[in-house]
């Protein structure tokens, strides 16, 4: 058994296209997979950007809102799970904060996730 640590003091800050947010790389697998905790403050932000590979976001902790190349931002909670593919332009942001797992990889596809799904309409949608 061995025991890791992850925590503010080993995050990276990354504020690259205008963002504010802590990311604690997690695992990477041989460039096919990356898996990395996102925290993002109050007032925190992913700036708006393109996926460099088919990324899925999952809330850990807290809310904020997402949106892709529309700009119609819906909001999103514990529990939520985001799934943007290769090349689509995203954004996520918060008032009060949140913890995320993103998990990215050219191997991730809707068909390998395995989560129920949830329409756009269910989500409170703001401009």
């Given at each position: 058994?061995?025991?890791?640590?992850?925590?503010?003091?080993?995050?990276?800050r990354v504020t690259q296209y205008n963002?504010?947010?802590?990311?604690?790389?997690?695992?990477?697998?041989?460039?096919?997979?990356?898996?990395?905790?996102?925290?993002?403050?109050?007032?925190?932000?992913?700036?708006?950007?393109?996926?460099?590979?088919?990324?899925?976001?999952?809330?850990?902790?807290?809310?904020?809102?997402?949106?892709?190349?529309?700009?119609?931002?819906?909001?999103?909670?514990?529990?939520?799970?985001?799934?943007?593919?290769?090349?689509?332009?995203?954004?996520?942001?918060?008032?009060?904060?949140?913890?995320?797992?993103?998990?990215?990889?050219?191997?991730?596809?809707?068909?390998?996730?395995?989560?129920?799904?949830?329409?756009?309409?269910?989500?409170?949608?703001?401009?």
């Amino acid at each position: 058994m061995k025991f890791y640590k992850m925590n503010a003091e080993n995050a990276k800050r990354v504020t690259q296209y205008n963002s504010n947010f802590l990311m604690n790389s997690f695992m990477h697998l041989n460039c096919e997979l990356r898996i990395s905790v996102m925290t993002l403050k109050g007032n925190g932000k992913i700036g708006f950007h393109q996926t460099t590979t088919p990324q899925l976001l999952y809330l850990l902790e807290g809310e904020g809102v997402v949106c892709n190349e529309d700009k119609k931002y819906y909001s999103v909670q514990k529990g939520i799970a985001v799934f943007w593919d290769h090349g689509e332009w995203h954004e996520t942001k918060s008032n009060q904060g949140l913890v995320a797992l993103i998990i990215e990889g050219f191997n991730i596809s809707e068909d390998s996730i395995l989560l129920d799904t949830l329409s756009s309409e269910a989500l409170h949608c703001s401009d």
